[in-house]
T-cell receptor, first 113, second 118 residues
Framework: GENVEQHPSTLSVQEGDSAVIKCTYS??????FPWYKQELGKRPQLIID?????GEKKDQRIAVTLNKTAKHFSLHITETQPEDSAVYFC????????????FGKGITLSVRP | DGGITQSPKYLFRKEGQNVTLSCEQN?????MYWYRQDPGQGLRLIYY???????QKGDIAEGYSVSREKKESFPLTVTSAQKNPTAFYLC?????????????????FGPGTRLTVL
């Protein structure tokens, strides 16, 4: 099956700085890579995703980049704000017979005001 | 994700009791999933269902059971065989098939049920 890893487990940045969160995956056939944001006590919500036929996708202050050769993808948040503080999960599909998402363990991002 | 609901929001269980968590969606999604979330453990898949009357075990199915009698509903029963059931339980749903020319994996989550064993 798919193995998805996120490092580090926590990240702290100063408000206004950029944050980069990296995720690695193991299934070279994976073709879809979402990022979810979960605020404390709430449900995970999709914030951006990318398919394997593109290398980068942007949506305002957030962007995702994909390196298929190295099998990793990264979430980039620019001009961080306190409301960006949350747990961020990456995921990748296992492209075997039962396609489903495998989630990383999450990274806790803290934005210091 | 506003079309997927879970109840109750908080649930307390005595040891040895079975409890059932509700998950309903009106998004017309074929697939539904149950995850367990513990601090520092991310989202671990318990069971999932791609179609009515069919479901598959996930990574941590022991001590849990599910049913999928209707497309809209996917209840999860936490049995007394689950030794450490205290956790946050999340239900999700997705299309199972093709969306805009690509296989769609995007999952939408419910608000969750926090189960505590007393």
């Amino acid at each position: 099956g798919e193995n998805v890893e996120q490092h580090p487990s926590t990240l702290s940045v100063q408000e206004g700085d950029s944050a980069v969160i990296k995720c690695t995956y193991s299934d070279s056939a994976s073709n879809y890579f979402p990022w979810y944001k979960q605020e404390l006590g709430k449900r995970p919500q999709l914030i951006i995703d990318i398919r394997s036929n593109v290398g980068e996708k942007k949506d305002q202050r957030i962007a995702v980049t994909l390196n298929k050769t190295a099998k990793h993808f990264s979430l980039h948040i620019t001009e961080t704000q306190p409301e960006d503080s949350a747990v961020y999960f990456c995921a990748a599909p296992f492209t075997g017979a039962n396609s489903k998402l495998t989630f990383g363990k999450g990274i806790t991002l803290s934005v210091r005001p | 994700d506003g079309g997927i609901t879970q109840s109750p929001k908080y649930l307390f269980r005595k040891e040895g009791q079975n409890v059932t968590l509700s998950c309903e969606q009106n998004l017309n999604h074929d697939a539904m999933y149950w995850y367990r979330q513990d601090p520092g453990q991310g989202l671990r898949l318990i069971y999932y269902s791609q179609i009515v009357n069919d479901f598959q075990k996930g990574d941590i199915a022991e001590g849990y059971s599910v049913s999928r009698e209707k497309k809209e509903s996917f209840p999860l029963t936490v049995t007394s065989a689950q030794k450490n059931p205290t956790a946050f339980y999340l239900c999700a749903s997705s299309i199972w098939g093709w969306s805009s020319g690509d296989l769609s994996y995007t999952q939408y989550f419910g608000p969750g049920t926090r189960l505590t064993v007393l």
